[in-house]
Nanobody, 124 residues
């Protein structure tokens, strides 16, 4: 069965960096797009970054452009989110998501499997 397991979250100070990992299994990882979303309590899940398979195209939410980088290692079935220059407003639960095809969208409704989430807290 499909499994997505996030890791790498934690408590950091403003300006610090974190790298999230999402280990995938149960499907052909290299053939599908992957995304990272985040969610604050009481708010909708928001798009953070996505990486498609076609040419490895990447997309970012406006609030993280220039600070976050998404990448994937198809040999390890893992997608990463490198987060630099973290801000308190980046605090959220971060989720890894699998798209049903080789391209994704910015809408969480277009992803069919989700990880359990990892908490990122940015605070001084």
């Amino acid at each position: 069965q499909v499994q997505l397991v996030e890791s790498g979250g934690g408590l950091v100070q403003p300006g610090d960096s974190l790298r999230l990992s999402c280990a995938a299994s149960g499907f052909t990882f290299s053939s599908v797009a992957m995304g990272w979303f985040r969610q604050d309590p009481g708010k909708e899940r928001a798009f953070v970054a996505g990486i498609w398979t076609s040419g490895g195209k990447t997309y970012y939410g406006d609030s993280v452009k220039g600070r976050f980088t998404i990448s994937r290692d198809n040999a390890k079935n893992t997608v990463y989110l490198q987060m630099n220059s973290l801000k308190p407003e980046d605090t959220a639960v971060y989720y890894c998501a699998k798209a049903p095809s080789d391209f994704g969208t910015l809408s969480p409704r277009d992803y069919d499997y989700w990880g359990q989430g990892t908490q990122v807290t940015v605070s001084s």
